[in-house]
């Protein structure tokens, strides 16, 4: 029996139908899960933009022991987030082209036995700052990140030292030229 064209593309359809629906479910019981059970900090931030940037286009990434294992990309003023594993260091560099590298810092340790369990929130705003005027800023300041966040124990939070980002703020717009 000989085969209408309209026969062929009812088969054809159906065929395609199957496979991406194959497709899509294969593709969802492969995806990874993350371990929430060691997971102790939802750690989100925003970065804002000047109107005058060109496109408000900004890569975010998250290093676990000096290898990146995530980046985004994200919008002016969208949030990214990311889920951190306790007892861990992590660090949170955000990049543009045209303007200076951010980086922020996390320690997850927890040292509270009784509090093995714990899972926080913490969000931070911040900007980049075009490589133009980064270029009068202290050079060396400007690898380090601007922020270190840690666990309190005392408290039950994650904080981020005001005293250290004090002291980067200070050493990049220091007057020294030494390092220019």
């Avoid at 926080?120 to 800023?137: G, I």
């Avoid at 005392?154 to 002291?167: C, I, L, P």
């Amino acid at each position: 029996m000989k085969k209408t064209g309209l026969q062929t593309a009812k088969i054809l359809f159906t065929a395609v139908i199957v496979i991406l629906f194959t497709a899509a479910f294969t593709n969802k019981n492969n995806k990874p899960k993350e371990n929430m059970a060691n997971v102790c900090l939802e750690i989100t931030g925003k970065i804002k933009f000047d109107k005058a940037a060109d496109d408000n286009i900004y890569r975010v990434d998250l290093i676990h022991y000096n290898t990146v294992i995530k980046s985004i990309y994200s919008k002016n003023k969208s949030t990214f987030r990311f889920l951190l594993e306790k007892n861990a260091y992590y660090t949170i560099r955000v990049s543009k082209e045209g303007y200076a590298s951010k980086m922020v810092s996390i320690c997850t340790v927890i040292n509270d036995k009784k509090k093995a369990d714990v899972f926080c929130k913490f969000h931070f705003d911040t900007n980049l700052m075009k490589e133009v005027e980064a270029m009068e800023l202290d050079k060396e300041a400007l690898d380090f990140p601007v922020a270190l966040i840690s666990y309190d124990a005392r408290k039950g939070v994650f904080f981020n030292s005001e005293k250290y980002t004090a002291n980067i703020k200070k050493q990049l717009y220091s007057t020294s030229t030494a390092n220019r």
